[in-house]
């Protein structure tokens, strides 16, 4: 599973865009980007999934480079309900590698 | 999606016993897969809960000590055997119901060994 980088922690305020950026310097040709967010005393719960250029769904955006090896998770307008961990994970497969290898995750924390 | 439950919730064990979790699922799942995560840390992975066979450990992580079970497609259950104080932890379900969707989590299970 190709390893990932990503800032420990960010700020904001309510009603700005969070954008999160995340290296994965050695992702394989198969591999896909996906982002979970998780709040205290909860699991994981799924983003967004990308393979390249851009996806967007109700919650985010995910914009990723040609050559791959980064991505940004862009959130729009938060909300201080949005203070969460983010994490960015890189692997296998059409829906990714399941054996999930989480890194150190960016911890957002957005005030009023 | 799934709806995952995960019972206990949370529970305070004595050193030395063992504690069984339990995670029940409302569908189906192909795959079922154990997680840790210790206090103020990201989520490690102890297993993969295979139907009908022994789990497929990762390293690290020993049968002995993470005995695990999954009888059929939606339940599947984990034991934390002779616990320490080390083992205190929030231990996570996460199932994936099949090849094309992504992983879901149950709330987890936190695990305090005194």
């Known amino acids: 599973l190709a390893k990932t980088t990503q800032p420990i922690s960010m700020d904001s305020y309510e009603g700005q865009e969070v954008n999160i950026t995340c290296s994965h310097n050695n992702i394989a040709t198969n591999d896909y980007i996906t982002w979970y967010q998780q709040f205290p005393s909860q699991g994981p719960r799924f983003i967004i999934q990308?393979?390249?250029t851009k996806v967007t769904n109700e919650v985010a955006s995910l914009f990723i480079p040609a050559d791959r090896k980064s991505s940004t998770l862009s959130l729009p307008r938060v909300s201080l309900s949005d203070t969460a961990v983010y994490y960015c994970?890189?692997?296998?497969?059409?829906?990714?590698?399941?054996?999930?290898?989480f890194g150190a995750g960016t911890t957002v924390t957005v005030r009023a | 999606s799934a709806v995952i439950s995960q019972k206990p919730s949370r529970d305070i064990c004595q050193r030395g016993t063992s504690l069984t979790i339990q995670c029940q699922v409302d569908s189906q799942v192909t795959m079922m897969f154990w997680y840790r995560q210790q206090p103020g840390q990201s989520l490690t992975l102890i297993a993969t809960?295979?139907?009908?066979?022994?789990?497929?450990?990762e390293s690290g992580f020993v049968i002995d000590k993470f005995p695990i079970s999954r009888p059929n497609l939606t339940f599947s259950t984990l034991t934390v055997s002779n616990m320490s104080p080390e083992d205190s932890s929030i231990y996570l379900c996460?199932?994936?119901?099949?090849?094309?969707?992504?992983?879901?989590f149950g709330q987890g299970t936190r695990l305090t060994v005194v």
């Open positions: 990308g393979y390249k």
């Open positions: 996460s199932v994936v119901i099949d090849l094309r969707t992504e992983a879901f």
């Open positions: 809960a295979n139907q009908g066979s022994e789990a497929t450990y």
């Open positions: 994970l890189v692997g296998r497969g059409g829906g990714g590698d399941y054996k999930l290898s």
